[in-house]
């Protein structure tokens, strides 16, 4: 009986932990929505067939900062990165609100 009641406590335990953890993220998201920001969230391809994950504003981004955003390291480095989108190369003076994206849209990045 000892046992279940440890096991009871720190199951109490385990679940309020998650709970706080959820609470945050939520408020997180609340904080982010009440201050009026338009997240999307948009996905990357890559040639070596991985995937990254960002999300940006679209009316106040352009492809030019979402590439510094996203691919800053190879940027640094003097590598060239192209972007498309439904077959179509996006220009780095595009704000992203031009290409229709949505939510979990998917980009690929050369």
Do not use: C, P, W
Request: proline fraction near 0%; charge should be negative.
């Amino acid at each position: 009986q000892k046992f279940n009641k440890d096991f009871v406590v720190r199951n109490t335990s385990f679940e309020e932990d998650i709970s706080v953890g959820i609470n945050n993220a939520k408020e997180e998201l609340k904080v982010s929505f009440d201050e009026g920001e338009k997240l999307t969230f948009l996905q990357f391809k890559l040639n070596d067939g991985r995937v990254l994950n960002t999300s940006v504003n679209l009316d106040i981004t352009t492809v030019q900062d979402l590439k510094e955003q996203v691919f800053r390291s190879e940027l640094d480095q003097g590598k060239v990165v192209r972007m498309l989108f439904m077959g179509k190369m996006m220009k780095d003076e595009d704000y992203l609100s031009n290409y229709k994206l949505v939510n979990m849209s998917f980009i690929h990045a050369l």
